[in-house]
C-alpha cells in the first residue's frame, strides 16, 4: 500500500531555515513524482515544488530559496527551506504521481500525505 509521511515540522523566525522530509513506503519511489504542496487558512492549495526522472520544478515565489532533493536508497524526499517568510506558513503536504512528469496540480496526484504544519513568525 502506498503511503507518504511528511516530517520536520517547526516554527522559525523569518529568515530562518527548515527541512521537511516526506518519507515513501509501498512503491518504487523513483518511478513516481514526487510533489510539496502548501494551504495556508483560507488560501487555496499551492503547488510548491515537484521532482521525478525529468527534473524538478519550483514555483516562482519559492525559486532560490527552498530546494527538493531524493533520495531513493531512504525512499525520501527532502524540501529544503531557507529565507523563510511569513507567507511560507502554512501546512504541508507531499503527493505522489506515477510516472516522469511533474505537475503543480493537486488533482494530478493520487497519494498523499497527511500534512506538517510550517508557521513563520517573529
Known amino acids: 500500500q502506498l503511503q507518504l509521511v511528511e516530517s520536520g515540522e517547526g516554527l522559525v523566525q523569518p529568515g530562518g531555515s527548515l527541512r521537511l522530509s516526506c518519507a515513501a513506503s509501498?512503491?518504487?519511489?523513483?518511478?513516481?513524482?514526487i510533489g510539496w504542496f502548501r494551504q495556508a487558512p483560507g488560501k487555496e492549495r499551492e503547488g510548491v515544488s515537484c521532482i521525478s526522472t525529468s527534473g524538478t520544478d519550483y514555483t516562482n515565489s519559492v525559486k532560490g530559496r527552498f530546494t527538493i532533493v531524493r533520495d531513493n536508497a531512504k525512499k525520501t524526499v527532502y524540501l529544503q527551506m531557507n529565507g523563510l517568510e511569513p507567507d511560507d506558513t502554512a501546512v504541508y503536504y507531499c503527493?505522489?504521481?506515477?510516472?516522469?512528469?511533474?505537475?503543480?496540480?493537486?488533482?494530478?496526484?493520487?497519494?498523499w500525505g497527511q500534512g506538517t504544519q510550517v508557521t513563520v513568525s517573529s
Open positions: 503527493a505522489a504521481r506515477w510516472g516522469p512528469i511533474c505537475s503543480r496540480y493537486g488533482t494530478d496526484f493520487g497519494s
Open positions: 509501498g512503491f518504487t519511489l523513483d518511478r513516481y513524482a
